[in-house]
């Protein structure tokens, strides 16, 4: 009797306090409860800033605690992952999955492998997760997981071993219903095939447990492109509100791994000139647009694992490389960023500015880093955050699971057909929640709210689990 009344007394005071909590001192919370995590704090403010007057406005949601269970992960793995190299000497990795909320669904999200994964980095890319998969429509929750090793020049045979080490571990904790990962940064077809191959073998099922796979063993068509080609269904979109379109806009295009390559290609597709690609080396200038064999052959570069932009300039005599300097100088309508987090500063956002960009849209995940984001929100342009511009690869990813469990394969037309219909409907939320009197869409802001609402309502209705 004791206990039950201590309980309650502890709950009442914890909805009081969230009820007089101001963002501040909530953050500051969150900053004491995850010290030194850079990235995952960003993340949460730049999501929870937008929607705290939302959340203080539902007295069911604060009287749930929504606001500090949204933030806290449902469950996190850390492990280690040995494996032997071509020289036969054993190699130890750390591997990550953070499982953060199974509210709307099972855990969706990719898994990276980059030197420069951390704890940190993971959470902050499974919070944005969550959202990001609300906004779909799908049921799909939020997760992400990798691990800091490079496939960089790595043999085949050794990341086939690393992927099976890796998955020695993860098998045990995802599954079709529980958590389905995918590809991501450093991810591409042949590690997923590696993984699930070991998955299969492990648990001696044929599930919808990843996607991203080969056509051949479940992939679907259109995987792919789909997180370049949504992101220009959602900034046709935006243009739409203009009454304008691609055709004939100047377009910069960072990275040009698959995301980008997706971009380049429909933009081309539509009359864009895609005048930059780019690399950890440098930029690539191609200042007449590129041309369909040049969005082939990056293609071409990336199956041959070549991460230098400047091979892409040594083919084609039309290109320009500009070693060292990011493509953000060059003049030009709309800026897409398509490469990695925070790959974008206030500087660069300013320099676009400057040079007559009228919009910026994040394809990479948070690609513009927090301060970069908030002075955006503030400006004369368009500018329209990851979660929402880049939520086609996981749509087209719940469309490969929705395949999976009805044993069906749509042809190309059909899945791109419902790709569109979803950043539509995502843009279309944006607006909803973005509106301001002015006439002006805040796309953070109804972004946020939009896959806030929907996260935060399943979790009410669930209790508090």
């Known amino acids: 009797m004791i206990d039950c009344f201590c309980s309650k007394k502890i709950y009442i005071y914890g909805v009081i306090l969230m009820a007089t909590l101001s963002f501040d001192e909530f953050m500051k919370r969150v900053v004491e409860r995850n010290p030194g995590e850079k990235e995952f704090q960003d993340a949460v403010k730049e999501v929870m800033s937008t929607t705290w007057e939302t959340f203080k406005a539902n007295k069911r949601f604060v009287d749930a605690n929504i606001m500090e269970r949204i933030v806290e992960p449902e469950r996190i793995i850390i492990f280690r992952v040995p494996w032997t190299d071509d020289q036969g000497k054993i190699q130890v990795n750390r591997g990550y999955r953070v499982q953060f909320n199974s509210a709307i669904g099972p855990y969706k999200g990719g898994l990276r492998f980059h030197p420069a994964v951390n704890l940190s980095v993971m959470k902050s890319l499974a919070f944005e997760q969550t959202f990001k998969n ?21 043999s085949d045979a050794e990341v086939m071993r690393f992927c099976q080490s890796y998955m020695d571990e993860l098998y045990r904790h995802i599954g079709p219903d529980t958590d389905v ?31 991203g796979k080969g056509l051949a063993w479940g992939g679907s068509l259109v995987r792919p492109e789909a997180t370049g080609f949504g992101a220009v ?32 290609k429909k933009l081309v597709e539509l009359g864009a000139k895609v005048i930059t690609i780019s690399g950890p080396d440098g930029y690539v200038h191609i200042p007449d647009g590129m041309t369909e064999e040049q969005v082939e052959y990056m293609l071409e570069m990336r199956a041959s694992c070549r991460d230098r932009a400047e091979d892409f300039s040594d083919k084609f005599k039309n290109a320009t490389f500009h070693k060292g300097v990011k493509p953000w100088v060059v003049p030009c309508d709309v800026a897409m960023t398509c490469a990695i987090q925070n790959e974008c500063n206030l500087d660069d956002v300013k320099t676009l500015m400057k040079n007559g960009c009228k919009m910026i849209l994040e394809v990479s995940n948070m690609g513009c880093t927090l301060e970069a984001a908030e002075y955006l929100r503030e400006q004369d342009i368009e500018f329209a955050p990851g979660k929402a511009v880049n939520a086609g690869g996981v749509a087209t990813s719940g469309l490969e699971m929705s395949q999976n469990s009805i044993r069906m394969s749509w042809d190309a037309a059909e899945v791109d057909k419902k790709l569109r219909g979803i950043m539509k409907g995502i843009h279309d939320v944006c607006y909803q929640y973005g509106k301001q009197d002015n006439g002006k869409v805040d796309y953070v802001k109804g972004a946020n709210i939009g896959g806030f609402m929907k996260v935060a309502e399943a979790m009410a209705d669930q209790g508090a689990i």
Request: aromatic fraction near 14%; avoid cysteine; hydrophobic fraction near 30%.
């Open 134 to 154: 609300a906004l779909t429509t799908l049921p799909m929750g939020g997760g992400k997981g990798g691990a800091d090793f490079d496939p960089k020049g790595k």
């Open 181 to 211: 990962p995918a590809g991501d940064v450093g991810v591409g077809k042949r590690e997923v095939g590696y993984m699930y191959g070991q998955y299969r073998r492990l648990t001696n099922t044929f599930t919808s447990t990843f996607t």
């Open 233 to 264: 269904y959602f900034g046709e979109e935006v243009l739409k509100r203009n009454n304008e379109t691609f055709k004939g806009k100047k377009v910069v295009v960072s990275g040009f791994g698959q995301v980008a390559w997706g971009v380049a």
